[in-house]
């Protein structure tokens, strides 16, 4: 009696599942299509900022190269507590830049002022100046192409940002459709075990 | 280690053609880290299956890279390690690019995700 029940549990967790996974999936597909979306419009600005910067001002030649150092702007953050999720850590690629040059300019007054001052320590300022170097690293990426880029271009960045975000669901969905899947093959095994076992 | 990554936060990597890198890369995603490693890679016509595949293999070990962005026509050249990696991280998302819109039945996870309603795959 309680094995029958027991393989009727087990087998409804099963439909469940299977469900879940066809959510999943579903999920996952529409998020494809927003991304092909994202980065339709994304390139369709690119071309347009080749198109009035001139051919060559929007390639490879532009990006970082090896002897460059470049820090992410865009990083994940592993969230264990649960089940496993990614969230993106930090995504203000030009505010975090006009913020930093904006401070930056702030500290360069205030050391002017300070210079007559003798009781300024010489460590603090000198703790002040390491964060600030690590800043410089991190800039915006539009400086890559030059000062002044036409629209397109910050149009481009913020359709790529989009597909960013979109690239952390896609990734969240497709350890959600593992971890069912995994769970799935555990309970058709026990389902297997409960039928042989009846038998 | 675990406090370092903690603060560092972990990567996106991407694989693709000019317009794909040039584009993730303005979104912010880009880094060259201090053994001047790139987190992306350029494809282009001249770029042979090897470096990709030897490419692809790097970023599968790198520990600070949780999701490869790769172009779903660059993924179909090294299919068969794509069909190999079964760890879920790092997540590989394989994305459509201006050139070649995305097919989902040669998408490996979603591959994958169908064989659980396959009797046969699933060996019950």
Request: aromatic content about 4%; glycine content about 4%; charged content about 30%.
């Amino acid at each position: 009696m309680t094995k029958d029940s027991d393989y009727e549990s087990v087998c409804r967790e099963l439909d469940d599942l299977a469900l879940q996974m066809l959510d999943q999936m579903k999920l996952y597909l529409d998020l494809l299509a927003s991304m092909e979306n994202s980065v339709k419009t994304g390139s369709l600005h690119l071309a347009k900022s080749r198109y009035i910067m001139g051919n060559k001002s929007v390639s490879v030649l532009q990006l970082p190269t090896e002897d460059s150092e470049l820090s992410a702007q865009a990083t994940l953050v592993t969230d264990k507590t649960e089940r496993l999720t990614l969230k993106l850590a930090n995504l203000n690629v030009s505010a975090d830049e006009s913020n930093a040059e904006a401070s930056s300019e702030a500290d360069g007054l205030k050391r002017r002022k300070d210079k007559g001052k003798p009781s300024e320590p010489e460590e603090n300022q000198d703790a002040e100046e390491s964060p600030k170097k690590k800043k410089d690293v991190m800039q915006d990426p539009l400086k890559w192409f030059g000062v002044l880029v036409p629209q397109n271009m910050r149009l481009a960045q913020l359709s790529f940002k989009t597909a960013v975000e979109i690239a952390v669901d896609l990734a969240n969905v497709q350890l959600e459709m593992a971890s069912i899947r995994k769970r799935y093959c555990s309970l058709l095994l026990k389902k297997k075990e409960l039928r042989s076992g009846a038998v | 280690m675990a406090l370092h990554s903690a603060i560092k936060g972990k990567l996106l990597a991407v694989i693709g053609d000019e317009d794909t890198c040039v584009g993730f890369l303005l979104g912010g995603v880009g880094e060259i880290n201090k053994n001047r490693q790139p987190n992306f890679m350029v494809v282009d016509k001249n770029t042979g299956v090897g470096e990709i595949e030897e490419t692809f293999k790097r970023f599968i070990k790198r520990d600070d890279v949780d999701i490869i962005l790769i172009n779903q026509n660059v993924a179909e050249l090294i299919r068969h390690c794509i069909d190999s990696h079964t760890n879920p991280i790092p997540a590989i998302l394989e994305i459509p690019s201006k050139d070649h819109p995305y097919d989902a039945s040669k998408d490996s996870i979603l591959r994958r995700a169908k064989g659980m309603f396959n009797p046969e795959e699933m060996g019950n």
